[in-house]
């Protein structure tokens, strides 16, 4: 009965792993996917991670049972505080209705879920370019996506004046995914002065924001200062949503962990829309996996621990901000043309390095180096040891 299923295509950016695992040199180097290495090109486990799973397998008290169907609910507070300050009005008024999601991704798709059913406005603008997985999250929630300006590939940065046209022009009410810090795949980030403009257009025109809060810390290794975008939407007590995943900050990446909060206008409204996440999620899933939101948990609520676990995130996102400048200095070193500073202007995990796909191809070809064909970059993947060959690579695709 099912010999006319057709071939799937393989996933354009966890396709790139399936290719490069398939590849036998040995000189060859994963860029494609979204996780942090090493400078030995190893998966890493933070020493923090280690020691709240230590302290959960020796508490006899803990046990397997079904979480509810919101999840872990320490782990819901203590996300909502992480993402939004201990001080936040939003939570002391009990305003923010919060539930744990599967990582990032299910955190989003369940918010589209929601606000298809119960918002008035089904268009959601999301940037261009953006994560390649977002418009077909929020197409199957049942929303209509359409983009906005976002990126300028001659000065590859921001374009500040098609964006706010581009939110100027949408219909009152329309959702608007922004990226919270270190935008993917662009790595372009709007100062604050910029959003706040946006933050004034969007409130103006009644636009409702959808954070995605996936890199949390990793942008600049500090949390509040990555989570300054999101604080400023709520300090104006409007409403917003925000998808956080701990799959980057904490490294767990397989245990998807994950939060929706939905910051609302009063308690009231909070305890109905978390009525109605419920009935999103119980026919999904039923209720979230326990393991990854106790480990997070265990962690934000110890004071020690939490202290642990921001030094092991700063140098996590050290130790990218120190690969981009090695490969931008290599560049120079080599006297490859094109102006590279985009390297170190942008943020986060990715670098856009702005070559095209053609490019993209022989390098994967020639120098068995993997990438998204955007030209897309995880500096996460690169080493010392790997920006030699990187620099040859990227070398002869422009010279060619
Ligand atoms: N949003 C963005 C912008 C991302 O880059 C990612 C991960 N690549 C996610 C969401 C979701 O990640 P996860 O579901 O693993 O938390």
Not at 65 to 90: C, H, M, Q, R, V
Not at 282 to 302: E, Q, W
Request: aromatic share 8%; hydrophobic share 40%; proline share 6%.
């Amino acid at each position: 009965v099912f010999a006319n299923v057709v071939q799937a295509p393989e996933d354009p950016i966890l396709g790139v792993t399936v290719a490069y695992n398939k590849d036998p040199s040995p000189v060859k180097v994963n860029l494609g996917v979204g996780a942090y290495r090493t400078e030995e090109g190893k998966p890493l486990v933070l020493n923090v991670v280690r020691r709240a799973e230590q302290l959960l397998v020796n508490d006899p008290s803990r046990v397997k049972e079904y979480l509810p169907i919101t999840g872990l609910a320490d782990f819901n507070k203590l996300s909502a505080k992480l993402i939004f300050g201990a001080d936040s009005p939003a939570i002391q008024e009990n305003r923010v209705a919060t539930v744990q999601c599967l990582s990032g991704t299910g955190s989003l798709r369940v918010g589209g879920e929601f606000l298809a059913r119960h918002y008035h406005e089904r268009t959601i603008y999301i940037p261009q370019p953006t994560w390649g997985n977002h418009p077909k999250v929020f197409t199957l929630a049942g929303l209509s996506v359409k983009t906005y300006r976002y990126y300028d590939p001659t000065t590859r940065g921001l374009n500040f004046e098609g964006l706010l046209a581009d939110l100027s022009a949408a219909p009152p009410g329309a959702i608007v995914l922004l990226h919270a810090c270190a935008h993917n795949p662009t790595g372009v980030d709007p100062t604050l002065d910029q959003w706040e403009q946006i933050r004034l257009l969007m409130r103006s025109k009644g636009l409702l924001p959808f954070f995605d809060s996936a890199y949390q810390g990793f942008a600049s290794g500090n949390l509040d200062a990555d989570a300054q975008s999101v604080r400023m939407f709520v300090a104006d007590g409007g409403e917003c949503l925000t998808a956080q995943s701990y799959a980057k900050n904490m490294g767990l990446y397989g245990e998807r962990v994950g939060a929706l909060s939905i910051v609302c206008k009063s308690a009231d409204v909070a305890t109905r829309v978390e009525s109605q996440l419920k009935l999103v999620i119980r026919p999904m899933y039923s209720n979230p996996p326990i393991h990854g939101a106790s480990i997070v948990a265990t962690i934000l609520k110890d004071r020690e621990l939490y202290h642990e676990w921001t030094i092991e995130l700063k140098a996590m996102a050290d130790r990218i901000i120190n690969m981009r400048q090695q490969l931008f200095d290599a560049l120079r070193a080599r006297g490859t043309p094109g102006d590279w500073s985009h390297i170190i202007k942008q943020i986060g995990m990715f670098t856009f390095t702005g070559l095209n796909t053609e490019q993209v191809t022989f390098m994967t070809k020639e120098y068995h180096i993997y990438m998204t064909s955007d030209g897309r970059i995880s500096m996460a993947g690169l080493s010392s040891k790997t920006v030699p060959h990187l620099v040859d690579a990227i070398h002869a695709a422009v010279t060619r």
